[in-house]
């Protein structure tokens, strides 16, 4: 009698890992896009700038509205520069990831792909790049995001979509969207999360705790490091900072959206305030990108060719939201964990929680 091969059995960890190489190959397909628009925008936003008003400044705050701007404006060149230097910092952040995890995700790349079982060490390399993490954390908020839309609809609930959002010309768009890219993370992660870690290291003269072992055999780190972020480990300091200022972040939409965007954003706010910690502003400056300029680019196009780029992203954003249930639910457990072993499991705080 023959015998047959028994099917293998492959693991969740295996299952979600191959998922998300597929993933992360059509969300940066997808990113490219997004870079192509920021380099449309450098050409198309300058003369119309030139003409108009932009209030650059505005800031968190823990009490209602949450949100407060300034009065002060620039125009004319200054305003000119002043998109620039948002540009220039997205571009900036693009340039560090990939000078510091570009070649190790196709060193490892190659090694999951290649026969034989991956060792841990790979494995966990795969899961603590920046490149992986940004992906895998816009395909789990994807997801989160899409079915929170359809409970609203569900329970006869309506999004209020903010006025400028629908009436801003393309070139309106471009600018807000890549201020709020890097502004936003300046004011909610800079501000909330590393200028606190940066005064707690002042009074307390103790930073081995909270950097992770790359930070230096000291494990000491400069000024810089906690107002750019990145090689801190998550303990129950770096959560609570991540969790106010992701409640902060999500409270302060509240006033130009409504509540009910206030539970998607805190769950970004999550992500990014996680990004930051563990590898600096310029990951959560990509993430809050990822998102913002998602379909601007067929806006810019128009009819025509924006249509049928459309239905180029409409099919990439179908395929991701599989991903992403796998994805969310990969980083739920671990929340689930991390929230478990440093609150209610007495971690001692010495503990890395970035190889999980």
């Known amino acids: 009698m023959p015998t047959y091969p028994q099917p293998g059995y492959v693991s969740f960890e295996e299952a979600s890992r191959k998922a998300s190489m597929w ?21 198309l936003v300058p003369p119309e700038i030139m003409k108009d008003h932009v209030c650059p400044f505005y800031f968190l705050i823990p009490f209602p509205p949450f949100i407060i701007g300034s009065d002060f404006s620039i125009t004319g060149y200054a305003a000119v520069i002043y998109f620039f230097l948002m540009a220039g910092a997205i571009f900036l952040s693009f340039y ?5 995890d570009g070649k190790r995700l ?10 034989g079982e991956p060792t841990r060490e790979v494995k966990e390399d795969y899961d603590d790049n920046s490149f992986v993490l940004v992906g895998e954390l816009f395909m789990a908020i994807l997801f989160f995001d899409i079915v929170f839309i359809i409970f609203l609809a569900i329970i006869g609930q309506e999004m209020h979509t903010p006025e400028f959002l629908e009436e801003a010309d393309t070139w309106e768009l471009m600018v807000a969207l890549a201020v709020a890219s890097v502004w ?9 999360i590393g ?18 072992p790359e930070a230096g055999s000291s494990g000491e780190k400069r000024w810089y490091n906690y107002l750019v ?6 303990t129950p300091v770096t959560a ?17 959206w409504d509540y009910f965007k206030v539970i998607p954003v805190v769950l970004s706010g999550l992500a990014f ?8 502003v310029q990951a959560s400056i990509i993430l809050h990108f990822a998102f913002d300029y998602l379909g601007i680019l067929p806006d810019a196009l128009g009819s025509g060719e924006g249509d049928a780029m459309n239905v180029f992203i409409g099919l990439f954003l179908l395929v991701l939201l599989f991903v992403g249930a796998l994805m969310f639910y990969k980083y739920a457990r671990r929340f689930l964990r991390y929230t478990g072993e440093l609150f209610v499991g007495g971690s001692d705080g010495k503990r890395d929680y970035g190889h999980r």
Not at 106 to 115: A, C, K, P, V
């Open 273 to 280: 305030g996680y990004l930051f910690v563990r590898k600096g």
């Open 96 to 100: 560090s990831l990939i000078r510091r």
């Open 240 to 256: 609570l900072l991540i969790l106010i200022s992701s409640l902060l972040f999500g409270l302060a939409h509240a006033s130009s």
């Open 184 to 192: 936003e993370e300046v004011v909610s992660r800079v501000l909330l």
């Open 229 to 234: 972020g990145g090689g801190f480990k998550i």
């Open 106 to 115: 196709f060193d490892i790349g190659s090694r999951l792909l290649s026969d």
């Open 23 to 43: 993933g992360l190959v059509l969300f940066y397909m997808l990113m490219s896009l997004n870079v192509v628009a920021l380099l449309y925008a450098l050409y």
């Open 195 to 212: 200028v606190p870690l940066l005064i707690g290291k002042g009074l307390s003269k103790r930073t081995a705790s909270h950097t992770s």
